[in-house]
């Protein structure tokens, strides 16, 4: 084929392409057409340092997740009222999943590392509202806020 006739019809076939940018695919979920009728979901899916977070614990309205393993916290302490969700564990996504998905969640690790990636695996099973302590549990520990003993009978899902 001529190139010529190939620069032609890749132009047609652009603009065709960029002309239908503007309809609205979305008739078959009956969306409406104006995108300020269309519904909102509020997130809150965030990274926040000691301070804020502390801001956000005070507000007494989140449950809130300490994911180390339960070797890690045998001997150590967790944010007061925390409960314990393994990161490495076999089913931690299908933990997180039985989770209430419109409750605030405040989540933790001992470095920040596996609260951040836990922060994503969260958003991506439609979680709305939650915060992860971005420095971890050691930069609070320094700190000097309030920590107890881990109890692990009453603070572990399985």
């Keep these: ?39 909102v979901i509020k997130t809150n899916i965030s990274r926040a340092w000691f301070s804020n977070f502390k801001t956000e614990l005070a507000k007494k309205d989140s449950v809130v997740i300490d994911i180390r393993t339960p070797p890690e916290l045998q001997d150590t302490w967790i944010i007061s009222g925390a409960i314990n969700i393994d990161y490495y564990a076999s089913n931690f996504e299908n933990n997180l999943e039985l989770l209430n998905k419109d409750q605030k969640y405040l989540i933790y690790c001992r470095s920040g590392s596996r609260s951040g990636k836990t922060l994503s695996i969260m958003k991506k099973l439609g979680f709305t509202n939650v915060t992860d302590l971005n420095s971890g549990i050691n930069w609070w520990f320094q700190s000097g806020w309030k920590t107890e003993k881990f109890n692990y009978q009453k603070k572990v899902v399985n």
């Design 1 to 39: 084929m001529n190139e010529k006739i190939i620069k032609i019809i890749l132009i047609i076939l652009s603009i065709i392409g960029l002309s239908s940018c503007g309809i609205n695919w979305n008739q078959e979920n009956k969306l409406p057409v104006n995108i300020n009728q269309w519904p």
